[in-house]
């Protein structure tokens, strides 16, 4: 990636953290949109569950670095 503007590592957190947090956002509005729909629900809240890890994991990242 040569040509990527931002060789950073705690931009990359950030910017982890970021579309891990839009995509919870997304998600929560998915598994509503599922109602009635188990297995569309399971799905959506299966993946909620893992963007939130992955959000998790870049914050407590990102804390270490910077503190």
Do not use: C, W
């Amino acid at each position: 990636m040569d040509d990527y503007p931002a060789k950073d590592k705690h931009y990359d957190l950030i910017s982890t953290l970021y579309h891990a947090a839009k995509g919870v956002d997304s998600l929560k509005q998915y598994v509503k949109d599922a109602e009635g729909d188990e297995e569309a629900a399971a799905l959506f809240k299966e993946a909620l569950r893992s963007y939130q890890e992955i959000g998790e994991k870049a914050k407590k990242l990102l804390k270490n670095r910077l503190d």
